[in-house]
């Protein structure tokens, strides 16, 4: 299965104002998770133009009714994978750091696993994570942490004014592998 991750897109318009090369780069995407920042519902309107999306709210977005999008945090169940999402993984508690740059995140010494079933009130096998605008790959614990970065706001790494990340989720019968997707090419 083939998944596409994305966040903080921050729509200063209708929500159909998604750069071509989002779009593009989700094309062959059967399921679309956004961990919030999209600031208006028609981001979820124009990214479902590719495939089902399914969300969680970041600070500014307003609410909605049904599944589509969740209030906090969410465990979206996918080709037998469980992945978390959440917008901010220093919130809900209990909280996992991030460096003081924003570009990684602390760890603690032990209780990983409890950490992560406490915030999602259960075992994922996949956090997914935005906030901070900066891409993140890595495995820890046995869990894969992945923040998609930002399409249209990328962090410190990018040039001003560039397109920035998005992450692909690919699940088969070898396991789970992220491709981090450099959208300025």
């Known amino acids: ?11 200063a318009g209708s929500g159909w104002d998604l750069p071509a090369a989002v779009l593009d ?7 679309i998770l956004h961990c919030g920042d999209l600031e208006c519902l028609g981001v979820l309107d124009c990214l479902e133009q590719v495939a089902p999306v399914l969300a969680v709210r970041g600070y500014e977005d307003p609410r909605e ?5 969740a209030d906090t945090t969410r465990i979206v169940e996918a080709a037998g994978v469980r992945i978390g999402m959440v917008h901010d993984i220093q919130w809900p508690a209990p909280p996992i750091l991030t460096t003081p740059d924003g570009m990684g995140l602390q760890y ?3 209780g990983l696993a409890d950490i992560v079933r406490r915030k999602f009130g259960g075992p994922v096998d996949v956090v997914a994570f935005g906030d901070t605008h900066e891409e993140l790959a890595e495995w820890r614990d046995g869990v894969l942490f992945v923040n998609p970065g930002s399409p249209t706001y990328p962090g410190r790494r990018h040039a001003a004014g560039s ?3 998005i992450a692909l989720l690919d699940i088969d019968n070898s396991g789970i592998k992220v491709h981090i997707v450099n959208l300025a090419g």
Do not use: F
């Not at 299965?1 to 994305?6: E, V």
């Not at 009714?65 to 999008?69: A, C, T, V």
């Open 65 to 69: 009714p049904g599944p589509r999008l």
């Open 25 to 31: 780069a989700l094309r062959g995407c059967e399921l």
């Open 1 to 11: 299965m083939n998944i596409g991750l994305l966040s903080d897109t921050h729509s």
């Open 108 to 110: 603690p010494a032990a």
């Open 163 to 165: 397109l920035g990340t």
